[in-house]
């Protein structure tokens, strides 16, 4: 039997799933432990969701869920696993037992999975990760991966995973790469492979691969995850690997191992979305010079369109992390899908910059990113009343190193572990409300407040008052500016 996640194996059975008509599953599954129906979906195949815990044999489709994140999967049986792969057989380049891939169910992952069987005899387990990139890029994935030979396809909700234990920590380490980019792809990655290590040891795979090309950032944030989490995987990555050279080459390796080739609009720009943001890259954003078209962005409105009256949104914060808008608790997950929607209709959040990337080559990209630009500003401004010069200095100089760490794929890296502990602490009592004011793509603080606030109004204020003593001024400018006196005195001397 399969664990899919955490928790006993039982062997009763409490509920049973029926295969779709139009699909064929061998058993039925499996769930053992109290359950309660709560959603259906259309993923090819007929898939529900299920709160509580329980477990599936791999000859049948399964889902299983906690309170906290949802897998699904849908399987063969073992006999037709075996037939379709050849179990025990060497592949062109070498032998392996199954392979975990991070699956979208595009052109370039539906063919790497006949590729992986191919060339390493394997099975194939493909693997997705839901952090927020909108239900649409999930429909249909159990089909297009059966239909590539996939022996198993999982499921996974990581989106309160993804900002409370990612994007949340970055957010209070105030982490931004080279004065603009707010990491959206960099956060998500570590979190879609510690997962893919998770999924490997509970399916027994002793492998894991990934799309990623051999230009980009994204296969070292991939496999340095994977070191860190499991380092007796073996790690596959295609692009670095095959003949394929571009979308034509897929295509036609696809008809040639009869995979149907997904049926979809290819899109000018390369994107990737998450709950955190969207990113836009290639076309016309290859040259530098080029101003983005204004119908390429999809999260926010143009500000020339946004709304001519302004808003106010109230942040809560506690302990330098976001807990509520307008006063309403909320989880990580809600209160950003929240905050997106009231930014983007103001138009906030949008940043065009040449990056510098991981491997040398520089790229230019524009980033949509509402909620996190609302938060960032948020945080900013809370941590002026409750931080001294001192620590915000600190603070500043190590979150830039902070955001190297985490563009650079190095989150397991024990010195942002490190780094993340002494933002936690400096930031203990960063807790208040912030309002700010959205108006056409600007956001404008309009009220602070905190009750560790270091403000004080009877000592900022011009009249005298007995904490402090102007006159007392006088002698700290005099013992402060000696170097500069001392320098001027020897020039002269000179």
């Known amino acids: 039997m399969a664990r899919l996640m955490g928790g ?23 769930i053992s432990g ?17 709160h509580g815990n329980g477990i599936a044999s791999n000859r049948a489709g399964v889902l299983r869920s906690n309170k906290k994140s949802v897998i699904q999967a849908i399987l063969q049986s073992e006999s037709e696993v075996e037939t379709a792969n050849g179990r025990g057989t060497r592949g062109l380049r070498g032998q392996l037992n199954k392979v975990v891939l991070a699956y979208s169910g595009g052109l370039d992952t539906s063919v790497i999975v006949p590729w992986l069987r191919e060339n390493y005899g394997c099975e194939v387990v493909c693997f997705t990760a839901d952090v927020g990139q909108g239900m649409k890029e999930l429909e249909g994935l159990e089909k297009k991966a059966r239909a590539s030979g996939a022996c198993q396809l999982v499921v996974k909700d990581l989106k309160e995973e993804f900002v409370r234990d990612f994007i949340f920590p970055c957010l209070r380490a105030g982490a931004i790469y080279e004065r603009k980019y707010l990491l ?6 570590p979190v879609i492979a510690k997962a893919m290590v998770d999924v490997a040891k509970e399916v027994g795979a002793d492998a894991v691969s990934h799309g990623c090309t051999g230009k980009g950032n994204d296969q070292v944030r991939f496999e ?37 080739v997904p049926v979809t609009k290819k899109s000018i720009y390369s994107r990737d979305r998450n709950l955190w943001h969207l990113s836009h890259e290639g076309d016309i954003l290859e040259d530098p010079a080029n101003e983005p078209k204004k119908d ?48 983007g209709k ?3 959040g949008r940043i065009d910059m040449v990056e510098n990337r991981l491997v040398g080559m520089k790229s230019r990209g524009v980033y949509e990113t509402p909620g996190g630009t609302i938060l960032f500003a948020a945080t900013r401004e809370l941590e002026s009343l409750t931080l001294d010069r001192e620590t915000i200095q600190v603070k500043d100089s190590l979150a830039l190193k902070y955001a190297e760490l985490v563009y650079a794929g190095r989150w397991f890296d024990p010195l942002r572990e490190s780094m993340d502990a002494f933002m936690e602490k400096i930031t203990e009592h960063t807790t208040g409300t912030v309002t700010l004011k959205l108006y056409k793509g600007s956001v404008h603080v309009a009220s602070r407040r905190s009750i560790y606030s270091l403000y004080r109004e009877d000592i900022s204020s011009f009249e005298n008052g007995q904490i402090y003593n102007q006159a007392d001024a006088a002698g700290f400018i005099r013992l402060y500016g000696l170097p500069t006196r001392v320098r001027a005195m020897l020039e002269k001397e000179l």
């Open 224 to 260: 340095l995850a994977f070191f860190a989490l499991n380092p007796n995987l073996n790690v596959v990555a295609p692009w670095r690997e095959w003949d394929i050279t571009g979308r034509e080459d897929a295509i036609e390796y696809a008809k040639k191992h009869n995979i149907p």
């Open 296 to 343: 390429m962005y999809m999260m926010s409105t143009d500000p020339e369109d946004a709304p001519n009256e302004p808003e106010y949104v109230e942040i809560g914060i506690v302990g330098g992390l976001p807990v509520s808008v307008n006063g309403e608790a909320l989880s990580p997950a809600s209160l950003l899908t929240k905050l997106n929607e009231i930014g």
């Open 8 to 30: 006993s194996l039982f062997s009763s059975a409490t509920g049973a799933f029926q295969p779709s008509k139009t699909e064929s599953v061998a058993n039925y599954c499996r």
């Open 346 to 348: 103001h138009g906030i």
């Open 34 to 50: 109290p359950v309660k129906l709560h959603l259906f979906q259309e993923l090819g195949a007929k898939a529900s969701e299920l």
């Open 184 to 189: 959206g792809t960099s956060m998500a990655r």
